[in-house]
Every structure is written in structure tokens, then in C-alpha cells.
């Protein structure tokens, strides 16, 4: 499986973006994608999952209200619509995809910079 994302950029604080990653080769046993960042320094954080099949949606406290996930109808492509972005989501986003029966994350994206000024 491999996942390519895309949409970074740089915002000023308040903006919104829209971020995409695409899976492909063998999703049949995908149970569900994610999204984590990692800050300067910081340690890599989850963000937002979506379950491939049921739709079921996790988030993290620190973007509930202002980010939203979102899959397509074959469950293959993630999207993340970050909202009202402040100067602490600046962060490499990568997404992730775990499959069914697994606790670990099977292949990771390339990362896509967000980087929000003040």
C-alpha cells in the first residue's frame, strides 16, 4: 500500500485548508485512516481517523470543532478540512492507514508542511 498526500501550505492565522491523501495497491483490508502531526520538536500526535467501511470518526481534543475528516465513497481517499488554523497547528501532517485486526499503522504518507503565521 502506498499513500500520497497532498495540500499543505503556508496561512495566515484563521484560514483554512484542505488536505488529501490518496491510497493505493492492496486497501481491501483497510480498516480505517488517520492523520497525525508532528511539530518542531515535538513528538508525532494523532490528529483525526476515519473508519474505511463503517464511517466512524476520532478525533483529538485540540482540533475538535475546527477540523473535519471525511472519506470518498470507496473509502480509499482521506480528506482533512482544517478550519479556523492557529499558529499550533503548524505541524508536517502525514496519514496513516492501519488494517483490520492490526494495532499498528501499515503504511505512512510522505508528510505535507502546514505552516500557520500569526
Known amino acids: 500500500v502506498q499513500l500520497q498526500a497532498s495540500g499543505g501550505g503556508l496561512v495566515q492565522a484563521g484560514a483554512s485548508l484542505r488536505l488529501s491523501c490518496a491510497a493505493s495497491?492492496?486497501?481491501?483490508?483497510?480498516?480505517?485512516l488517520a492523520w497525525f502531526r508532528q511539530a518542531p520538536g515535538k513528538e508525532r500526535e494523532f490528529v483525526a481517523s476515519?473508519?474505511?467501511?463503517?464511517?466512524?470518526?476520532v478525533y483529538a481534543d485540540s482540533v475538535k470543532g475546527r477540523f473535519t475528516i471525511a472519506r470518498d465513497s470507496a473509502g480509499d481517499t482521506v480528506f482533512l478540512q482544517m478550519d479556523s488554523l492557529k499558529p499550533e497547528d503548524t505541524a508536517v501532517y502525514y496519514c496513516?492507514?492501519?488494517?483490520?485486526?492490526?494495532?499498528?499503522?501499515?503504511?505512512w504518507g510522505q508528510g505535507t508542511q502546514v505552516t500557520v503565521s500569526s
Open positions: 496513516a492507514l492501519r488494517r483490520v485486526g492490526r494495532s499498528d499503522y501499515a503504511a
Open positions: 495497491g492492496n486497501t481491501a483490508s483497510t480498516l480505517l
Open positions: 476515519i473508519a474505511r467501511r463503517t464511517g466512524n470518526i
